[in-house]
């Protein structure tokens, strides 16, 4: 298998995109993975290697505002645009690179967390160009995002783009740690105490988002809620929504399941999810997280691509 590097320059305004991709000696399909909120791409390796032994190419970006595409550390959560969109068309930009190198098989695509907010506005506009889609951790529907918009556009007014706001961080997610015993900041993102301190301490990982990134988020929850502009073209798709019991972006399992709800209401006739019993938000790095890679790769296998 080969580790590749390389740049791409966006097709929506240039930004240079610091990209990964892992080959196998033979592949039979390809992931296209799409990371979380305040993390970077090499915190995927070992699922990749994992996939890549069993013939799965991957390839996978740094958003902006996130590990190697942002500039500098100013620019952590930083997103350039106010507009979403910039950010899907950048996963279809890397969606074409891989495309181009292996058109004949099957292509899934993989978002975690913020990623599953990417994946599902990308599934809005261009279902008919991948025959899997794997939702992790998805934050579920909150009542609050219009507030929450509205906050952070009179905190810009005010401070500017670039501000790192205290009280819109606590509305996100400074409240999560509240439900587990312990002292570990961001320790809602794994029972795996290593895990999290991996996190904590990394340069690129555990950054505050500007009120710039925060606002694309905000914008991602409520555009993926939302019943209109779905092109529905690719309904049959099979979709998986896979979550940790104890997750608290999920908000709950009743939100959970209706976040699947939703989408089976726009049309798509294959979803379906799994809940791991014991793991936070990070399923791919807990200590048993042998068990989600299987289960990942069963469903990747599956014969019944649209």
């Known amino acids: 298998m080969k580790k590749n590097y390389f740049t791409v320059s966006s097709a929506s305004d240039h930004t240079p995109l610091s990209v990964m991709e892992m080959i196998p000696d033979q592949v039979d399909g390809v992931m296209q993975l799409v990371h979380g909120m305040a993390e970077h791409k090499e915190r995927y390796l070992p699922f990749m290697y994992y996939l890549a032994r069993h013939n799965i190419a991957t390839i996978i970006h740094d958003h902006r505002g996130h590990g190697y595409t942002a500039k500098n550390e100013e620019e952590l959560g930083f997103f350039n645009e106010e507009n979403a969109q910039y950010i899907v068309e950048d996963v279809n930009d890397i969606y074409k690179i891989m495309k181009a190198q292996f058109p004949d098989v099957p292509y899934t695509l993989f978002g975690h967390s913020m990623g599953s907010l990417v994946v599902r506005k990308y599934l809005q506009q261009y279902d008919d160009q991948i025959d899997r ?12 995002v219009d507030y929450g918009l509205l906050l952070v556009e009179k905190l810009e007014k005010r401070y500017g783009k670039h501000h790192r706001s ?3 961080t606590s509305l996100s997610t400074g409240m999560y740690d509240r439900k587990f015993e312990g002292k570990q900041k ?19 990982d555990a950054f505050t988002f500007t009120l710039n990134g925060y606002k694309n988020l905000f914008q991602l929850v409520k555009d993926v809620y939302d019943p209109e502009n779905w092109k529905k073209a690719n309904v049959n798709m099979p979709v998986l929504f896979i979550a940790g019991e104890d997750d608290p972006v999920i908000l709950s399992t009743e939100k ?6 939703f989408l089976k209401a726009q049309g798509y006739k294959n979803v379906k999810g799994i809940l791991f019993e014991g793991m936070r938000h990070e399923i791919l790095n807990e200590k048993n997280k042998d068990l ?9 296998q599956e014969r019944n691509v649209s």
């Open 256 to 261: 959970w399941i209706e976040a699947q709800r």
């Open 166 to 168: 205290k009280i819109v």
């Open 292 to 300: 989600v890679y299987r289960h990942i790769l069963e469903f990747v």
């Open 186 to 204: 961001n320790r809602w993102i794994s029972a795996d105490e290593d895990n999290v301190r991996a996190f904590n301490s990394h340069e690129k």
């Open 133 to 144: 889609l794997i939702v992790c951790g998805a934050p579920g529907n909150n009542p609050l």
